[in-house]
């Protein structure tokens, strides 16, 4: 009975890889050359013992352990502990952030194109594609784990062993390893491939959350996340195996769940239930623009929310981080270079910056929802009637709009909210917020670029998730390794000001919003142009 179940597994593990021969080398040989190229700035960058501590000093606050984790090694920061301690928390989401878009590409994605009913259709197990997709996302992580561990030990840098390098390669595959069965999980608790990523992406979010809140007040918590047991794992210091064994030990307990659930639910429903709506809509449900909104109703309420704590959660440690000023004399030594504010705004406005890329995930689901009911062969009801192509988008772009401006809000009146109870002179809310809204220029580039792909390149729509990972990179190691300028300006978060601490150039803030409003209007031309599925 099992072997009936999982019959020609490998056949289709074989097609996945085909389909995949050249999107999944692009993700191994990016991350890679990222880790490699960071690794060996380090010790470029920081060569002398005196410079290394200067900087280990310059990473004892809250904020920073918020941030990257806690420090492990800052006593003696060699540039393997720099590595572990500033890179590998980040590069871990990367490779989640991989896992969650191919594993949902290649089930729950599948299964609204019609693919897996197809599959089902031929002579393969019941549960054979699912068990293909973790597998080839398995190996993949393998891979990669391996080609980080052996490629940062071939580069005999101070500080990285053969054994912390292979724990480095170990905890972003357990990581990548981890997020391939949750995200398998959730296809099969979700009736869509936007709410398999959704559900996905709200973990990352409460994982990272979880771990930061515990890193500064309580460690408890931080063994309840998944980036907790990465960071545990003290890669290039004490160098602790069991974190990566547990984590690999529950992505089996994971792997089983979601055959078992794959293979008690019908092809094409969700275990969670959907709500039943009313028997009649009203005028506004009865266009597109209502019709959209409700249907992304309870995502956007959700995500609201985590924004706004996540907002809080930055600005709480805030006056931990200005006591620490106060009490460490070489932090005035180190400041004294810098110009344009406070250690504690400078920090707010880079915490504003990341925060500002992971509104961008709520905005572009928000767009894709388009892309979505395509496949599921919805929008050609929409388009059966008296409702046209460019208001159908149109709606769809309105509502991204928003909830850009939304999200930045949000954000800044979380991170505001909680400062100023803790700081003693804090900062005011216009700073902030002036801070947070000055990328909607950036969110509004991206929203475009999206709905380009969705009107040229439907089938292209997942890049726009991997050049978000890219800008996220770029902009929190431009400022770590000095990268070449050029990297950031091709992501539009580059071209933004860290305001008010940086005076606010209108003209590019102006060019920004006629990039975007280009990339819209190709969109707009290519979908009313193309073939609609269905």
């Known amino acids: 009975m099992a072997k009936h179940l999982y019959k020609n597994t490998g056949q289709l593990v074989r097609s996945m890889m085909k389909r995949d021969r050249i999107r999944l080398p692009i993700w191994i040989g990016s991350l890679t050359l990222l880790t490699f190229t960071v690794a060996l700035s380090f010790s470029e960058l920081f060569p002398t013992k005196q410079e290394q501590q200067a900087l280990a000093e310059t990473m004892k606050n809250p904020a920073m352990t918020a941030m990257v984790g806690p420090g492990y090694g800052l006593e003696?920061?060699?540039a393997?502990?720099?590595?572990?301690?500033?890179?590998?928390?980040?590069t871990a989401i990367a490779v989640a952030i991989m896992s969650i878009l191919q594993v949902t590409r290649h089930?729950?994605?599948?299964?609204?194109?019609?693919?897996?009913?197809?599959i089902r259709s031929l002579p393969t197990g019941r549960l054979s594609p699912l068990l293909a997709a973790m597998l080839v996302l398995f190996a993949t992580n393998i891979v990669l784990a391996f080609v980080i561990g052996f490629g940062l030990?071939?580069?005999?840098?101070?500080g990285m062993s053969l054994e912390g390098s292979l724990l480095f390669g170990a905890a972003l595959g357990a990581t990548g390893l981890f997020f391939t069965?949750?995200?398998a999980v959730f296809a099969q608790l979700s009736e869509s491939s936007r709410g398999t990523i959704g559900l996905s992406f709200g973990v990352l979010i409460f994982a990272y959350l979880l771990r930061a809140i515990g890193d500064i007040s309580n460690e408890t918590l931080s063994w309840l996340s998944p980036f907790g047991w990465v960071v545990g794992s003290q890669v290039f210091v004490n160098n602790v195996w069991w974190p990566i064994a547990l984590t690999v030990g529950i992505t089996i307990l994971l792997a089983l769940l979601a055959l078992y659930l794959n293979a008690t639910r019908d092809l094409g429903a969700g275990l969670l239930p959907a709500k039943p709506g009313s028997a009649h809509a009203s005028a506004f449900l009865q266009g597109p623009l209502g019709l959209l909104l409700k249907l992304q109703r309870t995502a956007l309420i959700a995500w609201a929310i985590g924004i706004f704590i996540l907002g809080a959660s930055y600005g709480s440690v805030l006056g931990?981080?200005?006591?620490f000023m106060e009490d460490i004399d070489i932090m005035g030594e180190i400041l004294a270079p810098m110009k344009?504010?406070?250690?504690?705004?400078?920090?707010?406005?880079?915490?504003l910056s990341i925060m500002a890329m992971l509104c961008t995930i709520p905005v572009l689901m928000t767009t894709l929802k388009l892309i979505g009911e395509e496949r599921k062969k919805r929008t050609e009801h929409f388009l059966s009637r008296a409702i046209s192509r460019t208001r159908l988008m149109g709606s769809a772009l309105i509502i991204s709009i928003l909830t850009s401006f939304g999200m930045l809000s949000l954000a800044a009146i979380g991170l505001w909210s909680a400062s100023a109870v803790v700081l003693k002179d804090g900062i005011s809310f216009g700073?902030?917020?002036?801070?947070a809204i000055v990328y909607f220029p950036a969110l509004w580039v991206m929203i475009g670029l999206a709905v380009l792909l969705i009107g040229v390149l439907p089938r292209a729509t997942g890049f726009i998730w991997l050049y978000l990972t890219y800008s996220f990179l770029v902009d929190y190691l431009q400022g770590l390794l000095n990268l070449p300028q050029w990297m950031r300006d091709i992501t539009p978060y580059g071209h933004i000001p860290q305001y008010p601490m940086e005076d606010l150039n209108v003209w590019t803030l102006a060019v920004l919003f006629f990039i975007g409003a280009g990339l819209m209007l190709i969109g707009f031309i290519g979908y009313n142009r193309r073939d609609i599925e269905g």
């Open 76 to 78: 003696n920061y060699t």
């Open 80 to 90: 393997g502990a720099m590595m572990a301690h500033q890179m590998l928390l980040f």
């Open 107 to 118: 089930t729950r994605a599948a299964e609204e194109d019609g693919q897996i009913e197809m």
């Open 153 to 158: 030990s071939a580069f005999t840098i101070e």
């Open 181 to 183: 069965a949750l995200t």
């Open 320 to 323: 931990d981080l200005e006591s």
């Open 340 to 351: 344009g504010g406070s250690l504690t705004e400078q920090f707010v406005m880079m915490i």
């Open 431 to 435: 700073d902030i917020f002036s801070g």
